[in-house]
């Protein structure tokens, strides 16, 4: 074996312009004659070239960076390959031309809501049932609050985060929630709303 597991950590290294002099000799030793290796190298630092030529600095939505090291904690867990990381970094660059494209308010500057948790239509277990949402452009005049059927359970007026978390379990069934941007005359001015479903802890969350 040609030690390939180390040499593809010096690969990573190397497009990050953080090898040592040491280490780029052994790089260099290493792929004249290993050509899966060189191959690597090569793709490694075109597609670095690309990122860097083609992507701008964008405003993503709330949460992209947590679900992105969310993402990559759980990929630490497997062996790593430079191979395999091309199509999760392909799957984020998706993600942010999406975001850029899907969020007009990103460029109107109007406000406008992100809910979070829970996902339309999702099953919930009733002890863990967590509501949050960001916010958009929020003005500092306008305060956010969430309504359980029509019942406001949570309210914030300086953060551009809401949360919400029952201190008790609810019981089975379906709720609508809603999550309101209001003036301070009480006007609800943005709104957005979705429906989830509580079940028993432990019992099948399957539809």
């Not at 390939?4 to 260099?28: W, Y």
């Not at 970094?89 to 969020?103: D, E, G, H, N, Q």
Request: hydrophobic share 35%; glycine share 2%; charged share 30%.
């Amino acid at each position: 074996m040609k030690n390939c597991d180390n040499i593809k950590l010096l690969i990573q290294a190397f497009v990050d312009n953080e090898l040592s002099s040491d280490e780029q000799k052994i790089l260099d030793s290493h792929i004249k004659e290993c050509q899966d290796c060189k191959t690597e190298l090569e793709n490694a630092t075109i597609l670095n070239k690309l990122l860097k030529d083609n992507i701008k600095k964008v405003d993503l939505p709330p949460y992209f960076e947590a679900k992105l090291w969310a993402r990559i904690e759980r990929e630490k867990s497997r062996k790593f390959s430079f191979a395999k990381l091309i199509p999760i970094t392909v799957s984020l660059i998706c993600v942010i031309f999406v975001a850029v494209f899907s969020f007009p308010h990103l460029k109107t500057g109007k406000p406008d809501i992100y809910i979070v948790s829970p996902e339309v239509n999702s099953i919930v277990p009733d002890n863990d049932v967590t509501i949050s949402a960001a916010f958009y452009n929020k003005p500092k005049s306008q305060e956010a609050q969430i309504l359980i059927n029509d019942e406001v359970v949570a309210r914030e007026k300086e953060s551009d985060q809401i949360i919400y978390t029952s201190d008790k379990n609810m019981k089975e069934g379906y709720y609508k929630m809603k999550i309101q941007l209001i003036d301070k005359n009480n006007k609800v001015v943005k709104q957005k709303e979705q429906v989830f479903y509580v079940v028993p802890d432990g019992k099948d969350s399957e539809l």
